[in-house]
């Protein structure tokens, strides 16, 4: 059983940053890829970034390549997301997840926190 709590969200102005928080508790966090999710009003969840277990391997979406880094820290059982340069259509709830799977497809994903609010002001 994995527990997962979003935190970090917030409002800001375009070109800004902020660190996104995924805190985890259970046993098996070491053990499972996370992946971080975002959700606008009125569009379907969408993958944003995902890391391995390990936290060598990284993927993220091409909307966010090279603005967002996602990391983990397995001592501390949390995932981070750096957003950078943050844009109006970035605008969105941001959820974390955990999976035993390398993937991006959100089915694959069976622990999920409730999510922390970002909005980005133009």
């Known amino acids: 059983q994995v527990q997962l709590v979003e935190s970090g969200g917030g409002l800001v102005q375009t070109g800004g940053s902020l660190r996104l928080s995924c805190a985890a508790s259970?046993?098996?966090?070491?053990?499972?890829?996370l992946g971080w999710f975002r959700q606008a009003p009125g569009k379907e969840r969408e993958f944003v970034a995902g890391?391995?277990?390990?936290?060598?391997?990284?993927y993220t979406a091409d909307s966010v390549k090279g603005r967002f880094t996602i990391s983990r820290d397995n001592a501390k059982n949390t995932v981070y997301l750096q957003m950078n340069n943050l844009k109006p259509e970035d605008t969105a709830v941001y959820y974390c997840?955990?999976?035993?799977?390398?993937?991006?497809?959100?089915?694959?994903?069976?622990?999920w926190g409730q999510g922390t609010q970002v909005t980005v002001s133009s």
């Open positions: 997840a955990a999976s035993t799977k390398i993937t991006r497809d959100l089915r694959e994903y069976d622990y």
């Open positions: 890391i391995t277990v390990s936290g060598i391997g990284t």
């Open positions: 259970g046993r098996v966090f070491s053990s499972r890829v």
